[in-house]
C-alpha cells in the first residue's frame, strides 16, 4: 500500500485490506439471479401465495400475456413491481419501495426510466469513450472531474448521477470523491456519516475508514470530504493528494471527482489537473459566458483533456 509523504506525517490512504470496499459481484451471482423468473420474484417481493401465483398463471394462460402482465391486470402486483423485477434480472440498481428515501437529487434512482435519467446515460456514454477508452495507462487510469464556473451550476448533481449511471454499468466498481472541501455537499445526497473522509486522508488523520460503500448501488462508493478543513486550496496542492489519485484510480474502475466552484479560487483547476480529464457544467439559467469562457481559457495548453460541456437545464 503506498504511503504519502510531504510535510504531513505519513498517509496509509486506504487503510489494511480489510477496510478496502468488497469487490463487486461475481459473474456467476449475477448468472444466477438473471436466471430467477419474473414470476418468483414478484412472488417473493409481493408474497403471493400459491393460490395467488395459479391465480396470474390462469389469467396468464388464458389472455396470452406475461406473468408480470397477468399480475398487474390482477391487482396483485404494480408496474413498479415489474420493473423491479426486470431490473433484478439484469442486476439493475433500482428499488421502488425505496425511492422516497434517497435525495431527490439522485434522478437515476428515483427516476431512471425517465428522461433525465437518460440524459445521464448519455453523457455517460461520452465520457467513456472521451475519458476511459483507449491504451492501459492512459484513458483507463484517469480519473475525471466535474466543475464548474459557479455556485448553483448543479455540478455536485451532475457529479452524483454520472457516479451512479457509471456503477450502474456492473462489472466494475465506482467511486466518487467529494474534493469540494469549501461547500462539500455528497454527503447529504448520499445521506452519509461524513467524520471521515478526504481532508482527513490528506492531513494524515485518517484512522477509519473513509470510502463508504452506497447500499442501493452496490458498485458504487463515496468518499466525503469529512471535517471542512481551513486551507482547502493547500490539500489539494500537496503531492499526498496527487498520489492519492493515482492510487484510487488503480483500485477502482472509474473516479469521479466533485470539485469547488472556479469562483471559489484555484481548487478546480489543481484538482482537475491531478485528475487529468474533466467534464465542464453550466447552468442554462445562471451561467454567465464570461465565466464560462474564463474557465476554458484557464486549462488550455495544459494536458488536462476536456471530454465536454453539460448544460444543466435543472
Known sequence: MAKFKDSSPAVDVLGPDSMMPPAAGSVDADADLRDRSIGDILAELRNLSAEQVEKVLQHQRSKGVR??????ALG??????????LAQQF?????????????????MLREPFG????????LRSQVMMRVWAGPVGIGERAALAVISPDSGDGKSYTAANLAVALAQLGGGRTLLVDANMRNPRQH??????????LSSVLSGRSDSQVIQQIADVPSLFVMPV???PPNPLELVERPAFNLLMRELTSKFDHVVVDTPAATHGSDAGV???????????A?????????????????AGSALRVAGVVLNER
Do not use: W
Not at 271 to 281: D, L
Open 91 to 107: 442486476h439493475y440498481p433500482y428499488a421502488p419501495d425505496e425511492q422516497k428515501k434517497v435525495s431527490p437529487e439522485l434522478v
Open 115 to 122: 428522461p433525465r435519467a437518460e440524459a445521464f446515460r448519455a
Open 226 to 228: 469529512g471535517t471542512t
Open 283 to 299: 447552468h442554462r439559467h445562471a451561467s454567465r459566458v464570461a465565466g464560462l469562457q474564463e474557465l476554458l481559457g484557464s486549462m
Open 67 to 72: 406473468f408480470g402482465e397477468a399480475a398487474v
Open 271 to 281: 484538482i482537475a489537473a491531478r485528475c487529468g480529464a474533466a467534464v465542464i457544467v
Open 76 to 85: 396483485l402486483a404494480s408496474r413498479d413491481d415489474v420493473l423491479y423485477a
Open 188 to 197: 447529504e445526497i448520499f445521506a452519509l456519516k461524513a467524520a471521515n473522509g
